[in-house]
């Protein structure tokens, strides 16, 4: 039925002869297929099923390789890892980070996109070398600082120049201090791109505004706090979201940094890298699958609390 | 409201602006981050020219920034041999150059099909798509090692390649593009006699040269620093991408330093070299990132 109506609708628009070449003559919703089929096929197999999968998994005893066969063990796995206290100090670890690198780094990529919008020569040059950091790959960011957070490493020296030898961790082999190192490498690595983000978002404010606010005889302050905050609210949020959500997913620098992954004794253990500790090296899939849905739900609540955040605005 | 007590303030804080105090002040504190931004770099680099015992030992002066003792190229020939590293940076180009070219075609496609094609349940497609986007990938990555494992394509190509291929992320950023071109182009070429086909790759494609930037450019970013899926997959070296190929100087007691700084430079100097040459590409890529919430 269909491929009749778009088929007369073609003809009806097209002048052209319906018969002419076969690529031509085919109808709209046909080719509308025809294009979705590919990447349709590939996010079917690749997210839908291991998706519907995981769910599955979650409610069973699923191993990698296993002699014994498959069963259903209901709820099973979330009340073990509910009950966990190690899953529960992952997730302590994730919170910890988010802590302190959500608000520092969007506050920094702030500040950093409102200096590089001011009018200055070499203006672009600043905003490169602030971008840099972020086409430095995770893997190679963690290897640098690893150097840099020896214990007698640069930063090291030079703090043991700053507090007269009073102040200088063992960084990465500390379960007080290996967070706060990792916490560093993510935000020089990530805050140039959220800086772009901003900076694209404080170009989009119009100057009217800024105009206005000074004839209104409103200091800098008050016009970032009452023109460029609102004016980049969506943005921000948006920033905001994106952290957390990659905050959540924190695997590289925990796994890369510190001599055992998640160590030392799980002090940087996140909530992936518990995952990939069960599902992947012990190859529990059930419960790593458990773990993903949980962690789904998480990124999930995120989401939606920024979808309405963002609703709020477009009703006020 | 707060205006009355700032009476005159502002003309004051615009003339501060304009004067040369201020413009070095601005100038002391973007040169202080510079300087925060590019030292690890810098030692990265000057790490990589000297003997691996004096990268440490340098470390409480200068020349940890500088290449002294200067030993050539020798941690870079030492660094490649070990690591196998022609091996290992041509997985990567290859891995990173499946998903970024196949991605551009496949997801440019359905973009432009929901954006302009009319058939059946388009709304029903699009709203998939988008509730695909909110899933991460580590929610996927123990089911879909096991079904990598059943299927026997553990250290293969195509379990690092196939399943980054489509993206929603990226259709929905095709899809938007399209949505703003003018459709009298597409018009026109229809009445010309063009098919849908054609009036895509014809008019369409061409026009849409910086949706395929971006969308190359995020998909190289994302792809090229991969760690957690290729590491999950792979276990031996033939198949591995550069940051997992870095896992070989971790087990050896001595730390070859001047060894792993030189795999670091030659893992990072690819994507900066193409950052420097495409910087704009680069920043409107991913400032159109953010635009959608």
Known sequence: MTTVDSAQTDAGTGPSPPKRGKSSGWSEARVA??????????????????????????????????????????????????????????????????????????????????LVNQK??????????????????????????????????????????????????DWLNSTTWAMPAIIMVSMWQGVGFQMIILLAALQDVPTELYEAASIDGASTWEQFRNVTLPGIRNQLIFVLTVTTILAMRLFDQPTLMPRTAGGPLDSTRTAMVHMVDIGFSRQAIGRGSAIAVIFFVIVLGLTLAQRSFLREEGEV | ???????????????????????????????????????PLVYMVSSSLKPDDQVLANSDSFEAFLPIPFVGLENYTDAIERAQLPRVFMNSVIISGFIVGLGLIVNSLFGYALARLR??????????????????????????????????????????????????????????????????????????????????????????????????????????????????????IEV????????????????????????????????LIIFLIFQRQFVQGVASSGVKG
Do not use: C, H
């Not at chain 1, 009340?79 to 190690?86: E, F, G, N, W």
């Not at chain 1, 302590?92 to 409102?114: G, H």
């Not at chain 2, 004067?19 to 070095?24: F, K, L």
């Not at chain 2, 991408?241 to 070989?248: A, C, K, N, R």
């Open chain 2, 119 to 236: 058939f059946k349940g388009k709304k029903l497609i699009l709203a998939i798509v988008i509730a695909l986007i909110i899933i991460p990938f580590e929610a996927l990555a123990v089911p879909l090692l096991f079904m990598g494992a059943e299927v026997g394509w553990l250290d293969t190509y195509q379990i690092q390649i196939l399943p980054f291929i489509a993206n929603p992320l990226f259709i929905f950023l095709f899809y938007t593009f399209f949505l703003g071109i003018p459709k009298s182009l597409e018009e026109a070429a229809r009445i010309d006699g063009a098919g849908p086909v054609k009036v895509f790759t014809r008019v369409v494609a061409p026009l849409a040269k910086p949706a395929y930037a971006t969308v190359a450019i995020l998909g190289f970013l994302f792809s090229w620093g991969q760690f957690l899926w290729p590491s999950m997959v792979t276990r031996g």
């Open chain 1, 33 to 114: 297929w025809l294009f979705i089929l590919p990447a349709g096929i590939l996010l079917l197999l690749f997210i839908v099923i291991p998706f519907a999968l995981a769910i599955v998994f979650s409610f069973t005893n699923q191993r990698l390789i296993s002699p014994l066969a498959t069963r259903f063990v209901g709820i099973e796995n979330y009340i073990d890892q509910l009950t966990d206290a190690l899953f529960w100090k992952s997730l302590w670890n994730n919170a910890r980070f988010s802590l302190f690198v959500v608000p520092i780094q969007t506050a920094i990529a702030l500040m950093l996109a409102v």
């Open chain 1, 120 to 169: 200055f020569r070499g203006r672009t040059a600043f905003r490169t070398i602030f971008f840099t950091p972020v086409t430095v790959v995770m893997a190679a960011a963690a290897t640098i600082w690893i150097l840099l957070f020896n214990a007698n490493g640069l930063i090291n020296a030079a703090l043991e120049i700053v507090t007269f030898g009073n102040f200088s961790p």
């Open chain 2, 1 to 39: 409201m707060t205006t009355k007590t700032k009476a005159g303030s502002g003309d004051v804080s615009s003339s501060v602006r304009s004067s040369p105090v201020w413009r070095w002040i601005l100038y002391a504190i973007m040169i202080v981050l510079a300087i925060l931004f590019l030292f």
């Open chain 2, 240 to 271: 591995r991408p550069l940051p997992v190929g870095i896992g070989v100087f971790k087990t050896t007691p001595p730390v070859a330093w001047g060894d792993i700084m030189a795999y670091t430079v030659l893992m990072t100097l690819p994507l």
